[in-house]
């Protein structure tokens, strides 16, 4: 990455879900960008660097949400559960949650939400399909409905108050890919990083929907309707394949999760 | 219509709701098709016709949700809140009640659901514009946002379970066109219920959503991906145009209730 | 029709090409139907009737464009060619003079235009393809050219000063079918009227545009996306068939004019 | 219909697979509209009426193909196999046999073939979607595939030599519906009468693909395509609706053949 | 580049608006590769160099436009007013002076035009949305609506002479971009003259338009439907960006010129 | 290319019409990376290296065929007729010869089948568009007719059987581009290598259609939407455009060959 030094500042910025995996990784990247990084979570977090503020709290703690917003310019809303989880359990966490995020940042004139949606909104297509974010949504669990929840609150948000937001359908951002159905769906975390910063930089987002994924040989997610937002991934999943490959030589095709994209989300549950 | 004594039963059909406007109307003219009816609602309904069950009970209500679908071949899910409200109460009412609905189906084995969805999932499209149902929702406040979370629901539970629905992006359904703005969404009772039937009645419906609107002459919606339901309104707000456009001469084009397919529905909130 | 007299006043409105043959068909209809029509023509028209004003304008004079839509409400806006012309009599007649129409619009705050655009801007389909009104231009000649222009006109005219237009593409208005091809594109008089008046009184047109053509057994055009205006044409070129086609008992399949939506335009000129 | 002395004539038309059902359906329909009709088949057919040629030829036989159409105006083809075989018989009756037509009709300077295709063309769609004719084939099994076939084969034959094809995918033309699939698919015997004869007389078809059915009140099929052609159907299945569902009052939606509109024949086979 | 010196002869050239500031970077990269070029400009321009003919000629002049595509190729017309302008100017340069260009193609046989048409043909597009060239115009000025005349004209005179246009929507062509907008738009020198290269020598181009812009990170323009023109941008206005953000840090998100692709321009007038 | 050691196996493979061009191409590139290659022609092939069996069959011979599938797990069908050559041929090599592939892989278990389709199958579209593999066929002939078949026939296996297949429309495979269409057309033979591997490894493709060619300059075909097959191609055209241009400076764009995507084939024929 350029070196943030010669970038101008991303202003005062608020990172939910800063204890989470992604959260982690985020922080310190954001940090020197932004004239003040708050960072938030309901877990315990590092204390805060130069430049930092850190306030524990949750996400369906609404008067806590709204404080953390205030005098703030922008937010990367990573908070929540990140995986599948009984329906109550998102309720509170991701679906009031995400309301809490959306109704402070229009009491407090936040403009711009950088929202951590996810690939299992669209979970229930098959991996020989490519699709693009103008499709239906097909979740592939309560996590995946919470997440179409999420963009459908960003989309009123800002039809009726304009506060624009970059819903970000993240694929599989871990150090490397895991298995085989993540050599399609990797995502760095250089280019989770260039993601989050083209959607906090971009001029113009409104409500925008991008699939966060790396330049991938193989894959299910046509991001041209989001090319305005000037995401260009840089690394790929293809120095991992053979290795995966070796790991898994047989799929078997008749499985679930080997035929949609949601991959294992998609036979969990349900949660009796 | 037809006389319901022709036509082969329903068979045990649950009604939630039947203590609102479109409930009551429904109810009578369900029960002779069916089986058994058993409506059910928070508020006090009629006592019981021969042919009906009446139970009340609170949508939040898990168990008791779990009770009411019991044996049942199929649900007319009209409950929850039908109006725009702040958004704790449709997050209790519409979005934790509808899955309840929905996971109490998957429990007993229920097989179809027709789910009131609204207009106001899309109500932040123009006025000018004609749109279907596979376009991206633009709801225009938290309850057209429940109403989208329930269809995104009803996807979900066909996708994983095999459990039908027609969601009925219902117009606005009343005696007759209250407004102008109604020349153009207004759902006769008798075509709501052709509307009803034809989704509990067709072989196959997979998950699919409708628009509910009479044949006006002048609409925003186009039911032609949908057409496999057979659903075919006799009515038209024809009639009422005069008296309407009379007692509303002059339209403000500026008035964001006059430019969205919403209404005023589009200008509510915030709720402080 | 309905009897004018129920329905509320169209206001004041200006109809240019009052002298040419659908000026002189929609003068006397609209009529009663507006609390002013000022006429206007290059030519000689009718004495005014009562409530009506009279004025000698061509359209490509500005300034008495300019005095003639001052302080009214809405243009029918028919006048200029009508017919294929070498390219300087449309440069003069319909684009100069389409733009000094709108112009005047906007300096004296008129609201709504119907347009008299032309089946011809999308001459060059064949007549074995059926089209909407979102597809590209293909004009099938200057008068074609002149009528999209008049379009992307009407187009720019909204998006930047809010002005609305319905760009009416008429098809082929006649007391009656002329030859096979009107079989297809007959526009019957009450068939205009109706589609001008529902371009008048729809609550909210922004950018419209609708084909012109009355309830035709075989047509090339879908007005799907134009529903919203409420046009619902009630005659059809059904009765005039045998007549038509025993004057024309055998096409030549290789002639442009037959293969081609236009007709015989699509073989006019060149004007050396 | 109309009376048929009041219309112009079809000319010299060939109608192939004349003994079959449709074929003795239409054959008395055409008759009195040609200046000669010409009917063949394998089997044994009616005695030559006047205006008639009676042709016993096998479509396999390209030489009596050819002489067949030498001489004439047009063809109606419903000629070959039309229900499932095995393949080596499709491939004779309907594959080879349609070429033979075709290629008779580019030697013989025949300009224009009806051809019978069949909704078995997509009978792996869902009966919950509707679909267009610009959508891929998704054939049901060998007699689907043949009229997949036959369909490119039309298309070929406009783009190579300027023969144009109407191909018709009927759906189930019989008496009446004889099953609830049927109350989507039906085509009566008039609407197809009708079909025939605007795919005959409209004035351009290049290579049109229209579904052949009734106005049904529930269908899958959106025939907005084929509007150029003129074809307007009067009949309907909703008279037979309610035997049709008290005779099926139960269907298995498990069963393929209540999923896909192929209905049966998406079941049928291997032929081992 | 590679050098001209190996490439196929252009044939005999014309260049319109040869003094311009786009004129004037093609003129001599366009020389050697022509067996003649002949610039002109109604402004005064450098003498001609060996293989070039100098014409100075007004566009508005109809016999010397005829004179200067006399015996020639092809056209590369950028000639006409380049900016926003009152209407009449553009009426004149713009609509008038490509009129007599695509005549003078007619009567002399020139059967390639590459059209210096623009991004203002699609201005009021919003940022945030990414177009391709099949949509419909948005012009955000009279200089756009001009250029999307140009275009419908270049489509008319393929579709009746069989003169084939590229359409060359440029974005922002400069010696690099001039502030935050161009980061999107920008289009290098040399990427312009691979595009116009690429649009002189493919083999088939009917009636193509395409975006001209370089391999810039953002863009709201995709160019897929003109890839068989085998334009491929190697340059990017990546390397311009921190000194442009740096620049302008603070955008106003309420303005137009920030909201709408065509910048600045959408802001333009009116010209009392 | 990676070295094949690395990778896992392909299993047991069957490669038909190993004697043709490509299937001398792709033998020794497919025999490393099998347990076991069984190569099979009409014609003389190479004697068996170490894993490889050589089988000689007709594909027309419905019992060598279903021999030749037993046991194996995957099937390269490249066999049967490459150019375009009478019906009669076609029909038994590639028509029949297609069937007894699919018929034997249904027999005997074999789940993926990557067929050599063509560009034939649409090669009447014209060379300025850009289609993808949605759009209907439009074959070029009766190659391209048998290969639209063989593609519907791999539909519906997929649809009835499960057997998975990937269609390949190859370009232009040849040491290097032979002309100047084939600077659009080309596919390296790295690159088909590429294309197979992937075909053959992709873990789920259902009835996927791909294009074959190199990442040349120009195209007249988007592989967006088989994407997920992870096909990248590493070559290009470019270096031999010079000496194609030079060999063809003047093309006749009155020549259907340079006007449709076919070429030479769409004025093949008619076979007298």
Redesign the interface.
């Known amino acids: 990455m ?1 070196p943030a030094s ?4 991303l202003g005062r910025v608020v990172l939910t879900g800063a204890a989470g995996a992604l959260g982690r990784v985020l922080r310190p990247r954001l940090r020197p960008r932004c004239t003040l990084l708050r960072v938030s979570d309901i877990a315990a977090m590092e204390p805060p660097a130069s430049g930092e503020e850190v306030v524990e709290a949750a996400l369906q703690d609404r008067p806590a949400v709204a404080g953390l917003l205030q005098g703030m310019d922008a937010v990367v809303h990573l908070g929540g559960l990140s995986t599948e989880h009984p ?1 109550d359990a998102i ?1 509170q966490a991701n ?2 949650g995400t ?1 809490n995020v959306y ?1 402070a940042a ?1 009491r407090h004139g936040v ?1 711009r939400i950088v929202y951590a949606s996810s690939n299992h909104v669209t979970g ?1 297509y ?5 699709i693009d974010a ?1 499709l ?6 309560y996590y ?2 919470s997440k ?2 999420g963009e ?2 960003a ?2 948000y800002f ?3 304009g506060i ?1 937001s970059v819903c970000l359908r993240i694929g599989s951002s871990f150090p490397e890919p895991k298995d ?2 993540m050599l ?1 769906t990797w995502l760095s975390y250089d280019d989770l990083e260039r993601l989050v910063l ?1 959607s906090l ?8 929907i991008v699939y966060g994924l790396s330049d ?5 997610w ?1 991001n ?7 995401f ?1 991934p840089q690394d790929s999943s293809e120095p991992f394949r ?1 290795a995966r ?2 790991a898994q ?1 047989v ?1 078997d ?1 008749d499985d679930p999760a ?2 949609y994209q949601g991959g294992a989300f ?1 036979r969990m ?2 949660f009796e």
């Open positions: 350029e010669e970038a101008p500042s329906f309720l679906i009031l309301y109704e229009r403009k229930f098959r991996q020989d399909q490519v103008t239906p949504a097909r979740p592939d669990g995946g409905l179409a929840f459908d609150l989309r009123f039809d009726r108050y624009e085989r159905r399609a083209a930089t971009a001029p113009v987002v409104g409500h925008s991938n040989k193989a894959s299910w046509d041209t309707p989001a090319r305005h937002l000037g260009r053979a490959e070796a030589p799929l095709r080997v035929i998609v549950g349900p």
